[in-house]
């Protein structure tokens, strides 16, 4: 055995941790967007709203929230997969799924909030 192979495997488990974190979180804000989905539209078309193009974007955007854990799942199984774990691949894939995950929690933000911030500064 290698004098740093229980840091690789330390590594390992901490990467581990983090992607499931990851993911998990991932996978809560897509099941969410989908329960939540026709209460949003109701809200919105009961209250008149014209929705501007971007809250529009992002909302047909979320349509395809359940492939955002999907791909960050095979990402941090071909980083753990792999019998040299890269630190710098490790550290990318890492940085690209705490990225996607922030997205995708603004992403919600914004479709929820920004029609009801332009509700209130239409009113006042």
Excluded: C
């Excluded at 209250?47 to 529009?56: C, F, I, R």
């Excluded at 490790?90 to 909030?113: R, Y």
């Amino acid at each position: 055995m290698q004098p740093d192979q229980p840091q690789r495997q330390q590594s390992r488990a901490f990467l581990s941790v983090v992607f499931i974190a990851l993911v998990l979180w991932q996978t809560y804000l897509a099941f969410l967007n989908a329960r939540m989905a026709g209460a949003r539209t109701l809200l919105f078309d009961g209250l008149g709203v014209e929705l501007s193009k971007m809250a529009q974007m992002v909302i047909s955007g979320l349509s395809f929230g359940p492939v955002v854990p999907v791909f960050t799942t095979l990402l941090a199984a071909d980083v753990l997969r792999r019998k040299q774990l890269s630190t710098g691949y490790g550290v990318v894939a890492l940085a690209v799924t705490i990225a996607i995950t922030l997205l995708f929690q603004v992403a919600m933000m914004e479709a929820w909030f920004r029609p009801i911030f332009t509700i209130i500064e239409q009113i006042g």
